[in-house]
T-cell receptor
Framework: GQQLNQSPQSMFIQEGEDVSMNCTSS?????WLWYKQDPGEGPVLLIA?????ELTSNGRLTAQFGITRKDSFLNISASIPSDVGIYFC??????????FGAGTILRVKS | DTGVSQNPRHKITKRGQNVTFRCDPI?????LYWYRQTLGQGPEFLTY????????KSRLLSDRFSAERPKGSFSTLEIQRTEQGDSAMYLC?????????FGNGTRLTVT
């Protein structure tokens, strides 16, 4: 079946740092989505990518749909404390059900 | 647009009991999805509807699980004879094709 490998599993940030995370797939996807989930809530869509090579920004967030269609990355620039949470990548082959990665936990360095 | 609404937010039940969850999607969306999420994992696909038709079911959805979307609007997910392994967050999402918008889920605890 389809599998997504998301890395890193967790990371610590200091305010102002740039953050990068990525996802690779064993299958070709036609849609890549990035979500953020806070404790006790559902995932919230951050960025949706629909075309290979596409680079899309949403404020301080930038995501790219890999040329091979088997990977995607998410960058967060100049991180702030409210960026902490769990980030999930998700891919879809036919534009219907999504396969999710296991998530990247973003924590604040004390 | 009031977002995707799920009820109840929490449900504690004893093993062997039946439970039913409800999802009200964003009204103009034609597709509705159910996912299950356990601690430390991403959501796992269970099933989805296009309007009132159930188009796909995951092999995770055993015979004890049934989902309906009778009029193509709200949906219910029923679990019969609950088991401890059913304890999880059950998420509903809606969209035009991909499940873009998620609700805040129903957390089920089976004791």
């Amino acid at each position: 079946g389809q599998q997504l490998n998301q890395s890193p599993q967790s990371m610590f940030i200091q305010e102002g740092e740039d953050v990068s995370m990525n996802c690779t797939s064993s299958s070709i996807f036609n849609t890549w989505l990035w979500y953020k989930q806070d404790p006790g809530e559902g995932p919230v869509l951050l960025i949706a990518l629909y075309k290979a090579g596409e680079l899309t920004s949403n404020g301080r967030l930038t995501a790219q749909f890999g040329i091979t269609r088997k990977d995607s990355f998410l960058n967060i620039s100049a991180s702030i404390p409210s960026d902490v949470g769990i980030y999930f990548c998700a891919g879809s082959e036919y534009g219907n059900k999504l396969v999710f990665g296991a998530g990247t936990i973003l924590r604040v360095k004390s | 647009d009031t977002g995707v609404s799920q009820n109840p937010r929490h449900k504690i039940t004893k093993r062997g009991q039946n439970v039913t969850f409800r999802c009200d999607p964003i009204s103009e969306h034609n597709r509705l999805y159910w996912y299950r999420q356990t601690l430390g994992q991403g959501p796992e696909f269970l099933t989805y509807f296009q309007n009132e038709a159930q188009l796909e079911k995951s092999r995770l959805l055993s015979d004890r699980f049934s989902a309906e979307r009778p009029k193509g609007s709200f949906s219910t997910l029923e679990i019969q004879r609950t088991e401890q392994g059913d304890s999880a967050m059950y998420l509903c999402a809606s969209g035009w094709d991909s499940p873009l918008h998620f609700g805040n889920g129903t957390r089920l605890t089976v004791t």
